[in-house]
T-cell receptor, first 116, second 117 residues
Framework: AQKITQTQPGMFVQEKEAVTLDCTYD???????LFWYKQPSSGEMIFLIY??????QNATEGRYSLNFQKARKSANLVISASQLGDSAMYFC?????????????FGAGTRLFVKA | GAVVSQHPSRVICKSGTSVKIECRSL??????MFWYRQFPKQSLMLMAT?????????EQGVEKDKFLINHASLTLSTLTVTSAHPEDSSFYIC?????????????FGPGTRLTVT
């Protein structure tokens, strides 16, 4: 079963507008972490933002904010004031413990296209 | 932030040969390292988790005899693709865990693009 679900394979946004990338997750752990990464065409994974399961406030990092709704198990990424350089692949990821130990798993990703 | 390097960044090998990919944590001691593979336009799939000095734990469906992982020191893990075939062509990304790094304790390497001809 999918543990991280990103339902939007591709998204378009106009430059300077805000965009929300969806992510839902499934875990039975009480303690877990949620991450968003950006992957440009170069392939490197760029960390954007982190939300801990016990954090009561939504995480923000510059133009990025994470809309964390724990009861709904969603962790959507909001990018404000989109820039052309934001065009990339975006992955939602979850880190959990579990009997197998610490591991981070990724969603299928959303490709964001920013239009001029 | 912490830096993780991978070598080589790109490698082309012939079918049937073996290729080794190195992953190094440059400024911290990584007790745990992870290996992911990524097919074009797809997500990162966790292949295995390795802890320094012990055997790697492979994810379901990953052939441990084909993808040999060695984590011989706190700063180096290697992935060897044995008897490579064209279907092994992929982007391989390592990640290292710095236990002193707090929540943001997992750092990714830049990836290695393997092409098997």
């Amino acid at each position: 079963a999918q543990k991280i679900t990103q339902t939007q394979p591709g998204m378009f946004v106009q430059e300077k507008e805000a965009v929300t990338l969806d992510c839902t997750y499934d875990t039975s752990d009480q303690s877990y972490g949620l991450f968003w990464y950006k992957q440009p065409s170069s392939g490197e994974m760029i960390f954007l933002i982190y939300q801990g399961s016990y954090d009561e406030q939504n995480a923000t990092e510059g133009r990025y904010s994470l809309n964390f709704q724990k009861a709904r198990k969603s962790a959507n990424l909001v990018i404000s004031a989109s820039q052309l350089g934001d065009s990339a692949m975006y992955f939602c990821a979850m880190r959990e413990g579990g009997t197998g130990g610490f591991k981070t798993i990724f969603g299928a990703g959303t490709r964001l296209f920013v239009k001029a | 932030g912490a830096v993780v390097s991978q070598h080589p960044s790109r490698v082309i090998c012939k079918s049937g040969t073996s290729v080794k990919i190195e992953c190094r944590s440059l400024d911290f001691q990584a007790t745990t390292m992870f290996w992911y593979r990524q097919f074009p336009k797809q997500s990162l799939m966790l292949m295995a988790t390795s802890n320094e000095g012990s055997k790697a734990t492979y994810e379901q469906g990953v052939e441990k005899d084909k993808f040999l992982i060695n984590h011989a020191s706190l700063t180096l893990s290697t992935l060897t693709v044995t008897s490579a075939h064209p279907e092994d062509s992929s982007f391989y990304i390592c990640s290292a865990r710095d236990p002193s790094g707090g929540p943001l304790e997992q750092y990714f390497g830049p990836g290695t693009r393997l092409t098997v001809t």
